[in-house]
């Protein structure tokens, strides 16, 4: 059986996160490492923007001045995140060649997510799919996800919300017809968390391991635990420049 390498929860810098996904993705798709599965935090707390956003149109940049929220911008496309202390974040990359996951958009998403959703449902909360990259769970949304396919790799990063503060959704700047579109007038009134959900809320790291074995169950991967390669090692210290800096992240 072909093996997933997973990446243990670790808690790093918004530009760091973003930079060690892409050299992931990077080293899959060269041939230099494994499907990998990778599961990690954010500290400081950060805004991620999709690739092909604008800044101005979907951030409030004095609001996450005053309260030490830092921006990035991904490089998978969707909307923007907001990312605290109570989330755990996933990133799942792959060759892109049709082995492991569907050259359909929709389909590669359903496939990616559904180890989430049973993730979920282990936990106790009754989760759903829901095109075309969403996980809810008693119809609000639990989990986002962005996806890519680059290099020669498909590259699927995610959010799964274990609890949050809602006072620091002002850090985005929703757009109404999206908010109409879900029946919401808040963007606060379209999201849940486990903690609501479940009425508890899950050990992370603990949540991180029901992760790694539903990855390992659902694409027939033998998980083992890792690092990262002196090759990726080397393209994080090259690409953090990249995502701290004001050109990538105000590219539109």
């Known amino acids: 059986m072909?093996?997933?390498?997973?990446?243990?929860?670790?808690?790093?810098?918004?530009?760091?996160?973003?930079?060690?996904?892409?050299?992931?993705?990077?080293?899959v798709g060269e041939g230099g490492s494994p499907p990998t599965l990778r599961l990690y935090g954010w500290s400081p707390r950060a805004v991620s923007l999709g690739y092909f956003q604008e800044v101005r149109e979907e951030v409030d940049l004095d609001f996450c001045r005053e309260r030490g929220i830092e921006v990035v911008r991904r490089i998978t496309g969707g909307g923007a995140v907001l990312h605290t202390e109570g989330e755990l974040t996933y990133s799942f990359v792959v060759k892109d060649d049709g082995s492991l996951v569907p050259s359909d958009i929709e389909e590669s998403y359903r496939r990616i997510c559904a180890p989430i959703v049973a993730c979920i449902r282990r936990l106790g909360g009754d989760a759903f799919f829901r095109p075309i990259n969403d996980i809810e769970v008693g119809g609000k949304k639990v989990s986002g996800n962005a996806q890519t396919r680059r290099f020669g790799a498909v590259l699927q990063h995610g959010t799964l919300l274990l609890s949050m503060d809602y006072?620091?959704?002002?850090?985005?700047?929703?757009?109404?017809?999206?908010?109409?579109?879900?029946?919401?007038?808040?963007?606060?009134?379209?999201?849940t968390t486990l903690r609501e959900a479940l009425k508890f809320e899950p050990d992370r790291e603990a949540v991180a391991e029901i992760l790694a074995e539903e990855f390992g169950?659902?694409?027939?991967?033998?998980?083992?635990?890792?690092?990262?390669?002196?090759?990726?090692?080397?393209?994080?210290?090259?690409?953090?420049?990249?995502?701290?800096?004001?050109?990538?992240?105000?590219?539109?």
């Open 2 to 27: 072909e093996g997933l390498r997973v990446l243990r929860f670790e808690v790093h810098d918004p530009f760091y996160n973003m930079a060690l996904d892409e050299a992931i993705a990077q080293s």
């Open 217 to 252: 169950k659902a694409f027939q991967l033998e998980v083992g635990y890792g690092n990262i390669t002196d090759r990726e090692r080397a393209l994080v210290m090259d690409l953090v420049r990249k995502y701290r800096s004001r050109d990538w992240t105000f590219r539109r």
């Open 167 to 191: 006072s620091l959704l002002g850090a985005l700047r929703p757009r109404v017809e999206k908010l109409k579109d879900k029946g919401v007038s808040e963007v606060g009134g379209r999201v």
